[in-house]
C-alpha cells in the first residue's frame, strides 16, 4: 500500500513536470513565432512563400511543384495548427500550384487569393473541385484592393489590372497577381512570374512599387527584372527561388548582372535553401 502512494506520488509529480515543460515549449514556441516573419521555401524549381504576421495570421503565396511545401509547413508551424488564413495563387502554373493542392488538403484555409483564369489542366480542375468540396471562399485579385492582415500589415494587389476570371489569356503570365506586403514600413514585392510586358505596364501605371525585398520574377529568367523595373523597385534585396541545376537554366547571367548593377543583395534558394527574413517593422534582418 505505502509503495503505491509513494510511486504514485512520483508518477503524479512526473506528469506535473511533463505538463509544466509543455506548457512552457508552447509558449516559448508561441514567443518565437510572435514576430514578422517571411520565408521563401527551398521547394526546388518553383514558388513557395510563407508569411507570419505577429498576430498570429499566416499566408502562403505559391505552393511549389510538389507536396515538398507540406513538410515545410510542418517545420515551421507548431503540430497543433491546423489553418492558414490566406492562399495567393499568382498564376495556374504546375510550379506555383501543384503544391497548394496538398495545403487545401491537409490544412483549413480561411481564404483563396487568384485571378481565377480559365487553364484547362487537370491539376488546376483539382484545384478548383477541392475549393469547391472545401468550401473555400475565393477572392478573384484585382488591382486596387486592399488586404488588412494585422492592424499594421496589409496586402496591396497591383495587377491584375482588370476582372481576369474565366479568360484565357494568350500568355497566363500577364494574368499574373503581383502583390506588395506592407509591415509598418517594410515591403516586399511578390511578382510571381511576371515578365516585362507586365512589369513596364506596372511601372506605366504609376503603381508604386518601392520595396525592400524583391521577389524576383520567374525565377531569375532573362524575360523578367528588366533595368527600368529594379530601379523603380528600389530593393536592398532581391530574392530568386529556382532549383538546383534546373533544366531552364534559372537564373540568367542577365539577371544577376542587372541587379548587382543595382547594388541589389542577392539570395538564391538553389544555393541557400529556406531564406528567412523578419522585420521589426523598420527593417529587414536576414536569418542565416
Ligand atoms: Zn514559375
Ligand atoms: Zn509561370
Do not use: C
Amino acid at each position: 500500500m505505502d509503495a503505491v502512494k509513494k510511486y504514485g506520488h512520483a508518477i503524479f509529480l512526473g506528469v506535473l513536470a511533463l505538463g509544466v515543460v509543455a506548457i512552457w515549449y508552447i509558449v516559448l514556441y508561441v514567443e518565437a513565432h510572435r514576430v514578422f516573419r517571411v520565408t521563401f521555401f527551398d521547394v526546388g524549381q518553383g514558388d513557395a512563400i510563407f508569411v507570419e504576421v505577429p498576430n498570429g495570421n499566416q499566408i502562403l503565396i505559391d505552393g511549389g511543384p510538389s507536396d515538398r511545401v507540406a513538410a515545410k509547413l510542418g517545420e515551421h508551424m507548431p503540430f497543433w495548427d491546423r489553418s492558414i488564413d490566406l492562399l495567393i495563387l499568382t498564376h495556374p502554373h504546375t510550379d506555383h500550384l501543384n503544391g497548394l493542392l496538398e495545403v487545401l488538403k491537409r490544412y483549413d484555409v480561411g481564404m483563396v487569393m487568384e485571378a481565377g483564369v480559365r487553364y484547362s489542366t487537370p491539376e488546376y480542375g483539382e484545384w478548383r473541385d477541392l475549393l469547391k468540396k472545401k468550401n473555400v471562399q475565393v477572392m478573384v485579385a484585382q488591382r486596387g484592393q486592399r488586404v488588412h492582415i494585422s492592424p499594421s500589415a496589409d496586402f496591396d494587389i497591383l495587377a491584375p489590372f482588370e476582372n481576369s476570371e474565366n479568360t484565357s489569356p494568350k500568355n497566363v503570365h500577364d494574368a499574373m497577381v503581383v502583390s506588395k506586403l506592407r509591415y509598418s514600413s517594410t515591403t516586399v514585392l511578390f511578382t510571381g512570374d511576371a515578365e516585362e510586358t507586365l512589369e513596364y505596364k506596372l511601372l506605366m501605371s504609376g503603381a508604386d512599387l518601392a520595396a525592400d525585398i524583391l521577389k524576383v520574377g520567374h525565377h531569375g529568367s532573362k524575360t523578367s527584372t528588366a533595368n527600368a523595373f529594379v530601379r523603380m523597385a528600389a530593393p536592398k534585396i532581391a530574392v530568386i527561388s529556382a532549383g538546383k541545376n534546373n533544366r531552364y537554366g534559372h537564373p540568367h547571367q542577365q539577371t544577376l548582372d542587372t541587379l548587382e548593377k543595382f547594388g541589389v543583395k542577392i539570395f538564391r534558394t538553389d544555393r541557400d535553401g529556406d531564406i528567412e527574413f523578419t522585420s521589426d517593422g523598420n527593417s529587414f534582418v536576414s536569418e542565416f
